[in-house]
């Protein structure tokens, strides 16, 4: 690389790194933790101020030889999708749950999901289960220092009580929200998991309450809905349908993936909801939410991070 070119690339918001995992712990059924090191990774990432940050995983294709990204511009997708597409890997998006800054370089640490039903399980989840120290992937994320990554949605304003809600695809960025905002917070944060015992330790403010849900077989949503409703005050059965799109939600206060208009002149809020997980599920969430209970829409974030069925393109 030119110096030229390695100004450019020091330019980008962007850092995409060469991640070498350190090291492999399963929490528990349905979680893995991986540590992740290597150079690339000293740039990357703000330590003190992590929340829903959400980065890009590419797992190697078949051939085992993860794809060179170097851009002139510095613009790692065009180089994403010059690469032909079968040289390219698989691209998740993902939640980092810690971040650490310390004498022997900066660490990544990333909680998995580990879906592994017949026909269910995606590149990601494969890779998790199989890997082992030494093993390599790229991660791309916001460079250190700079202001304009993108990638939070977590802004609670001045609200004073917080509903954070989502199933286990969500709950690594709702711990690290839970342990990143103010100790003085209040309010609940509700996190469905396949089983009970996929419940994690978090260390949450004192005034937040942590309630984990457990489906234990039943439908995605069946024990997620039904707390965050009955919180609120509403006992009305509810039952997840699906919207026949295979594209997922992604709505908040500040950006309309369906194209609604975005209200600029809201008075200061008293509550804010921050609800995660599977499309579907959230979408019935925001039904109830916006249109049954009249909270508005500048209060809350619902964000499809997954749709059951649909193999998810990064």
């Known amino acids: 690389m030119s110096a030229a070119e390695s100004t450019v690339l020091e330019a980008s918001p962007f850092v995409v790194a060469r991640a070498v995992v350190r090291s492999v712990e399963l929490l528990s059924p349905s979680f893995a933790r991986i540590t992740f090191g290597g150079a690339d990774l000293d740039n990357f990432g703000?330590?003190?101020?992590?929340l829903d940050q959400r980065i890009k995983l590419i797992f190697p294709p078949s051939s085992g030889r993860l794809p060179d990204l170097e851009h002139p511009d510095g613009d790692w997708w065009a180089a994403f999708l010059a690469v032909p597409?079968?040289?390219?890997?698989?691209?998740?998006?993902?939640?980092?749950?810690?971040?650490?800054?310390?004498d022997g370089g900066t660490s990544v640490v990333i909680d998995f999901v580990l879906h592994l039903e017949p026909g269910f399980t995606g590149p990601a989840s494969a890779w998790a289960s199989e890997?082992?120290?030494g093993d390599e992937l790229l991660i791309i994320g916001p460079r250190r220092g700079r202001p304009n990554g993108g990638g939070i949605e977590y802004a609670?304003?001045?609200?004073?009580?917080?509903?954070?809600?989502?199933?286990?695809?969500?709950?690594?960025?709702?711990?690290r929200i839970l342990e990143d905002i103010d100790r003085d917070a209040?309010?609940?944060?509700?996190?469905?998991v396949p089983h009970a015992e996929d419940a994690l330790a978090i260390d949450a403010p004192a005034g937040v309450e942590v309630r984990w849900v457990a489906r234990e077989g039943a439908a995605n949503g069946s024990q997620l809905i039904p707390?965050?409703?009955?919180?609120?005050?509403?006992?009305?059965?509810?039952?997840?349908?699906?919207?026949?799109?295979?594209?997922?939600l992604w709505e908040t206060p500040v950006f309309s993936?369906?194209?609604?208009?975005?209200?600029?002149?809201?008075?200061?809020?008293?509550?804010?909801f921050w609800i995660a997980g599977e499309s579907s599920v959230v979408t019935t969430l925001r039904r109830h939410l916006v249109k049954d209970?009249?909270?508005?829409?500048?209060?809350?974030a619902f964000m499809g991070y997954w749709r059951r069925g649909v193999a998810m393109r990064g």
């Not at 703000?46 to 992590?50: A, G, L, M």
């Not at 409703?229 to 009305?236: E, V, Y």
């Open 186 to 192: 209040v309010g609940l944060a509700v996190i469905e």
């Open 131 to 133: 890997a082992s120290v």
């Open 156 to 175: 609670p304003g001045e609200a004073r009580e917080i509903l954070l809600a989502g199933d286990e695809t969500a709950a690594p960025a709702i711990a």
């Open 46 to 50: 703000d330590p003190d101020r992590i």
């Open 257 to 272: 993936g369906s194209g609604e208009e975005l209200d600029d002149a809201v008075e200061a809020i008293d509550r804010y």
């Open 227 to 248: 707390t965050v409703l009955g919180h609120l005050g509403a006992t009305a059965t509810v039952t997840v349908t699906d919207d026949g799109t295979e594209e997922l």
């Open 293 to 300: 209970l009249g909270i508005h829409r500048a209060q809350v």
């Open 85 to 102: 597409e079968q040289e390219r890997g698989s691209m998740r998006t993902y939640s980092i749950r810690e971040l650490r800054v310390e």
